[in-house]
């Protein structure tokens, strides 16, 4: 799970904002909030929404995380010499020679038998005019066993100090292949230093259809290839379509020399129908229902940018269910998404929605509704979003 996030000179954020995703100790016991087993007394929200106007910055929420996720993962792909994609600086001339800087808290651990901690991942990139991304200024992990953090590495641009922690000695031969424009963990990972594979190997547990600054369109056709290749998947989403009152009886895979084709039975219909035949709110919920429930299954995040799309309001209280549940969630999975429908604000709680703002000429602001001062539980979020009393709507006129 997520803990908490920091961004700074990053697309359409300037000044660094901070958004600490722990549950204040005085909210209610409720289903949303889980406890983090690694700190007793510390909940955080399963789900967790953004909203705003367009182009107000709630996809460079979500981008922060998948580009620093990517950067770690398969930077030691970029060739030498590259500039580092997917870290663009505000687009200001105050702030194209600042490095863009990211932070972000998270649950996780150091070997795959040892218990859950919170590990602390920063990232500085550096630019320079006409050459975004143009090296790595600073990266560091830490991880809080006894609830201080104590460093595992740190990297001020080419220099590099290991804890003992990290398995590496300062003296280790394999330093000398970081290069200014990859990553401490992909490159060891290359090198086949244990911690560091097992460390990328967990960040399989962050699923989502973005990565860096693009939205990810894989379409259809991998998504069923998943659904062809796990029977398992497609007996799960033929059970929910079934129950989410979308008419549908039934999706098959059958494969053709073009590759995987999906037909579907109706009820009341005696012939079946082509994929493009149905809505794009059943197709758009056929892609996104993998993630979910590979999140599901092993305790990992799902960062969805613009979740509503397409679907019925209605669908999400079961949506956002399935990771309540201790029974279908028991690892503790945890959704991020962006939306702009704002009946899906009468299922949620106030720790569990940030909002963005962007007034003309000005940077990307992002703040929970927690922190609207005197802001209570009753009435819904939204009547009181609709109202204007939370900020973030669009102006229109």
């Given at each position: 799970?997520?803990?908490?996030?920091?961004?700074e000179?990053?697309?359409s954020?300037?000044?660094?904002?901070?958004?600490?995703?722990?549950?204040?100790?005085?909210?209610?016991?409720?289903?949303?909030?889980?406890?983090?087993?690694?700190?007793?007394?510390?909940?955080?929200?399963?789900?967790?929404?953004?909203?705003?106007p367009?182009?107000?910055?709630?996809?460079?929420?979500?981008?922060?995380?998948t580009a620093?996720?990517?950067?770690?993962?398969?930077?030691?792909?970029?060739?030498?010499?590259h500039?580092?994609?997917?870290?663009?600086?505000?687009?200001?001339?105050?702030?194209?020679?600042?490095?863009?800087k990211?932070?972000?808290?998270?649950?996780?651990?150091?070997?795959?038998?040892?218990?859950?901690?919170?590990?602390?991942?920063?990232?500085?990139?550096?630019?320079?005019?006409?050459?975004?991304?143009?090296?790595?200024?600073?990266?560091?992990?830490?991880?809080?066993?006894?609830r201080?953090?104590?460093?595992?590495?740190?990297?001020?641009?080419?220099?590099?100090?290991?804890a003992?922690?990290?398995?590496?000695?300062n003296?280790?031969?394999?330093?000398?292949?970081i290069?200014?424009?990859?990553?401490?963990?992909?490159?060891?990972?290359?090198?086949?230093?244990k911690?560091?594979t097992?460390?990328?190997?967990s960040?399989?547990?962050?699923?989502?259809?973005?990565?860096?600054?693009?939205?990810?369109?894989p379409?259809?056709?991998?998504?069923?290839?998943?659904?062809?290749?796990?029977?398992?998947?497609?007996?799960?989403?033929?059970?929910?379509?079934?129950?989410?009152?979308?008419?549908?009886?039934?999706?098959?895979?059958?494969?053709?020399?073009?590759?995987?084709?999906?037909?579907?039975?109706?009820f009341?219909?005696?012939?079946?129908l082509?994929?493009e035949e149905?809505?794009?709110?059943?197709?758009?919920?056929?892609?996104?229902?993998?993630?979910?429930?590979?999140?599901?299954?092993?305790?990992?995040?799902?960062?969805?940018?613009?979740?509503?799309?397409?679907?019925?309001?209605?669908?999400?209280?079961?949506?956002?269910?399935?990771?309540?549940?201790?029974?279908?969630?028991?690892n503790g999975?945890?959704?991020?998404?962006?939306?702009?429908?704002?009946?899906?604000?009468?299922e949620?709680?106030?720790?569990q929605v940030?909002?963005?703002?962007?007034?003309?000429?000005?940077?990307?602001?992002?703040?929970?509704?927690?922190?609207?001062?005197?802001?209570r539980?009753?009435?819904?979020?939204?009547?009181k979003?609709?109202?204007?009393?939370?900020?973030?709507?669009?102006?229109?006129?």
């Open positions: 799970m997520i803990h908490s996030i920091a961004i000179n990053f697309y954020v300037a000044d660094r904002q901070e958004m600490d995703f722990r549950v204040p100790r005085n909210a209610p016991d409720l289903a949303c909030f889980r406890d983090f087993k690694a700190t007793p007394g510390h909940r955080l929200p399963l789900v967790i929404g953004f909203y705003g367009n182009a107000s910055g709630k996809s460079t929420m979500l981008r922060a995380i620093a996720e990517g950067f770690v993962q398969h930077s030691f792909s970029i060739p030498p010499n500039p580092i994609h997917g870290f663009k600086p505000y687009a200001h001339n105050d702030w194209c020679n600042r490095p863009t990211l932070v972000i808290e998270f649950d996780g651990r150091m070997t795959q038998n040892m218990p859950a901690v919170v590990f602390r991942y920063e990232l500085h990139i550096g630019h320079q005019p006409n050459n975004f991304g143009s090296g790595v200024i600073y990266e560091s992990m830490s991880y809080a066993p006894k201080r953090f104590c460093r595992i590495f740190e990297r001020n641009e080419q220099e590099f100090n290991f003992d922690e990290s398995g590496i000695t003296g280790d031969s394999r330093i000398q292949s290069r200014s424009n990859v990553s401490v963990i992909s490159t060891l990972a290359f090198l086949n230093h911690p560091s097992d460390f990328l190997a960040l399989h547990l962050l699923k989502s259809n973005i990565f860096g600054q693009e939205k990810e369109t379409g259809m056709l991998r998504t069923l290839l998943d659904y062809d290749q796990h029977t398992e998947l497609l007996q799960r989403l033929n059970r929910k379509l079934s129950r989410l009152d979308l008419g549908l009886e039934e999706m098959k895979v059958e494969n053709t020399n073009t590759g995987p084709v999906a037909k579907f039975k109706h009341g219909l005696n012939r079946e082509e994929l149905e809505s794009m709110g059943t197709r758009r919920f056929i892609e996104f229902f993998p993630i979910l429930q590979y999140v599901l299954d092993f305790g990992g995040v799902a960062v969805i940018d613009e979740l509503d799309t397409d679907i019925h309001p209605s669908l999400f209280r079961e949506i956002f269910g399935w990771f309540y549940d201790n029974r279908r969630n028991p999975a945890q959704l991020l998404f962006t939306a702009h429908n704002p009946s899906l604000l009468v949620l709680e106030k720790e940030y909002f963005t703002e962007k007034p003309d000429g000005q940077p990307t602001r992002i703040y929970g509704a927690r922190q609207i001062q005197g802001l539980r009753e009435p819904s979020l939204m009547n979003y609709l109202s204007g009393e939370l900020g973030a709507l669009p102006h229109i006129g």
